[in-house]
Nanobody
Framework: VQLQASGGGSVQPGGSLRLSCAAS????????MGWYRQAPGKQRELVAR???????NYADSVKGRFTISRDNAKNTVFLQMNSLKTEDTAVYYC?????????????WGQGTLVTVSS
């Protein structure tokens, strides 16, 4: 499976960015797709994920500011990030949890850097 992420970049505090991640390959089923992030010196953490059926989970730190959505037909997940803060600076990783070529597991994209700075 390939997870192609895009949309990262640099923005000032209060700004917005939209991340996209398109999954391709021999995907049999998807349980959930989402975004994790890792800031320098910190562990990777869940930002948001959307589960098959449409329910969503968000980290408390991004609730009300970030919105995750998904295009099921294109196996693509989006993360709309508004009111960005300096503490949102991190490498953002796309994640797919599902079955690919008969193997169930977590699959990761290459990461896209988001920098929030004045």
């Amino acid at each position: 499976v390939q997870l192609q992420a895009s949309g990262g970049g640099s923005v000032q505090p209060g700004g917005s960015l939209r991340l996209s991640c398109a999954a391709s390959g021999s995907i049999s089923s998807i349980n959930a797709m989402g975004w994790y992030r890792q800031a320098p010196g910190k562990q990777r953490e869940l930002v948001a994920r959307i589960i098959s059926g449409g329910s969503t989970n968000y980290a408390d730190s991004v609730k009300g500011r970030f919105t995750i959505s998904r295009d099921n037909a294109k196996n693509t997940v989006f993360l709309q990030m508004n009111s960005l803060k300096t503490e949102d600076t991190a490498v953002y990783y796309c994640n797919l949890n599902g079955v690919v070529t008969s193997y169930s597991g977590n699959y990761w994209g290459q990461g896209t850097l988001v920098t929030v700075s004045s």
